[in-house]
């Protein structure tokens, strides 16, 4: 993508942060957040992104730019930041995208970052007409009441729009499953909910930035709602006792259902609308860990 210009809505996240990084040599790169931290906003100046101050809850968009050719909203109150206060997570995710895309209603494509957390847990890999649930609560529920708020005014007013039910996006950050590999390293549990299937869909960073990039050029009226994630499931304690071959540590489980339950995810309608992830899980991990421990040798298994 090339002579564009892009709105993105929480710029350093762990999954935006690296598509701004691909954009931004050759696009003019709008990021919007709250900018709590000030060195994020420098990080992002000195990548060439104009940075916009503003909560979506409580600031007006009068002088927020609205010819964009594509705006992807990934700002959001996320979990389990989303459980201490309902009402602003509300705000923020439901009334502050609805605010969002009727100010950039004449935009290409508008990009709505949902999440596989709005499913019901399901025996069968999860498809876009299963079942919503709410296993996080205020997070779960505010990002189905904002995508049923996105499908409304995208399709009252013509509004180009794909709604991505994101996955556990992981890479070199330390976020996501690193988070757990980090406790297995301290010698301490790692929670499993043991609900059958266990298998998640994880999805290495660089296929999501590809894929990612692709969606801003995807929307449609009414809105195309498709999971987005990778196509090699896995479930905590397979990861977990991999990564711990690999550094030489045994995973400590905690078999309890008071974590959530994993869902695989459909990828059927993501390789028709998108295409395919590339990386698998073992990959994905390989590269996770020499990332984060590049003087330490990892002792790989014979894959199967």
Request: with cysteine.
């Amino acid at each position: 993508m090339r002579d564009k210009k892009i709105l993105i809505t929480g710029p350093a996240g762990h999954l935006t942060i690296p598509i701004v990084r691909e954009l931004a040599p050759h696009n003019d790169v709008w990021g919007l957040a709250r900018f709590s931290d000030p060195a994020q906003r420098t990080m992002l100046e000195e990548l060439g992104v104009t940075c916009v101050k503003k909560d979506l809850a409580t600031d007006p968009l009068d002088d927020l730019p609205t010819d964009f050719d594509c705006v992807f909203h990934a700002g959001a109150m996320v979990a389990m930041a989303s459980e201490n206060d309902m009402a602003y997570t509300f705000e923020v995710n439901v009334q502050g995208t609805g605010k969002l895309l009727d100010h950039c209603r004449d935009v290409g494509t508008f990009v709505f970052c949902s999440t596989g957390g709005v499913y019901a847990h399901q025996p069968h890999p999860v498809k876009e007409t299963d079942d919503y649930g709410a296993p996080i609560p205020a997070y779960s529920l505010s990002k189905i009441a904002a995508e049923q708020l996105v499908t409304y005014l995208a399709t009252k007013h013509a509004i180009p729009t794909i709604i991505l039910r994101i996955g556990a996006v992981y890479g070199p950050d330390a976020t996501g499953p690193m988070v757990r590999i980090n406790r297995m390293l301290r010698g301490k549990e790692i929670w499993v909910n043991p609900a059958e299937p266990r298998k998640g869909s994880v999805m290495w960073v660089d296929d999501a930035v590809r894929l990612a990039i692709v969606a801003m050029e995807r929307g449609e009226v009414p809105p195309v709602v498709t999971n987005f994630c990778g196509d090699d499931p896995v479930s905590i304690d397979e990861y977990c006792t991999y990564a711990g071959e690999l550094l030489g540590v045994e995973p400590i489980f905690k078999w309890t259902e008071d974590t959530y339950p994993s869902n695989t995810m459909d990828t059927t309608r993501m390789h028709q609308v998108l295409g395919r992830a590339e990386v698998g899980w073992k990959e994905g991990f390989r590269r996770l860990l020499e990332s984060q421990f590049p003087d330490r040798t990892l002792n790989v298994p014979g894959d199967d």
